[in-house]
């Protein structure tokens, strides 16, 4: 098969590692993969045997979505392209209109619990539409359309497993892009009223709020004691070097950096969202996010016991090569049909 890969930008995300993982395993399985985006920091992570083009997708202006779509369709009548996958918004309006010129079929992936608004509507237009979680299946429920299913987002097995032995004790970590909704702000309080306690927090990622997260973390008096490490390729061996990964998001569509953390096999102390009640299993355990007190009771539970109070089991998480070859089946049976 002959399929394009459509999402805004290859920078640091959710979004960006499902679709380089995605096209990366189609290629090997001998299929033809073109990634359009406007590039980023996780480009190089591209296989060679997967094609790049660069090009404004991210941009939510109508008079560029257009552009776009006029330039994909060129190409997919010229090369012989089969089918569009898109994902988030503005590439989903794109894959709309590049479907309808180049009269191939479009697919879309929802990655998050979107605001229910005008910007779903080409959901309902897509041949088939992918939710990563249940919570994102029932929250935009009434934007999909027939075909539908729910694909759990998958990571590829990593390559060692967490030992307890020799860890650093109550050394934390953070992985993710640090956003508002990302409750990393939550944890920095929760932590700084255990600044009698031995501990350290190490923060992997970057984003918009990381200056003002620095800010906190200096007014707070713990600055010497959190360390922001910035975008890193190596996260599973910052994750192995740890001793418990905190996961206290407002909202997540399908949370891979607690997916990663769950195969690794390190302690979790997650938020009670749906979503991560979902990969839970149940509700026990987890966290109620933004409550700082509550934060602070479980961190410190935490350095008591040696283990929190909720066991997310791997069981519960999707496997990679499932998740693979459900996006390809369905692929096969839009082309065949």
Known sequence: MRIIQVLPELDIGGVERHVIDLSNELAERGHDV?????????????????????????????????????????????????LIHAHSRVPAWIAWRTSFKAKIPWIYTAHACYSLNYGLIPLKHARHVICVSETVSHHIRDFLPHAHSVIHVALPEPKTKWDPQNRERNRFIFVGRLTKIKGLDIVIEALAKLKDEKWTLD????????????????????SDRVFFKGYSNQVDNCILDSSCLLFPSYTEGMPLALVRGVQIGIPVIASNIPSVAEIAGSKEGLIPAGDISEWTKAIFDFMVKGEPASTIQKTNISTFRIMIDLNESIYLNLLKG
């Open 203 to 222: 923060v992997v990622g970057d984003g918009p709020e990381r200056k003002d997260l620095e800010s906190l973390t200096e007014k707070l008096g713990i």
């Open 34 to 82: 073109l990634v359009i985006s406007n590039g980023g920091q996780m480009q190089s992570q591209l296989s060679d045997k997967v094609l790049h083009w660069q090009l404004p997708v991210h941009k939510k202006n109508p008079f560029i979505a257009l552009c776009c779509s006029g330039k994909i369709s060129s190409r997919i009548k010229s090369e012989g392209w089969e």
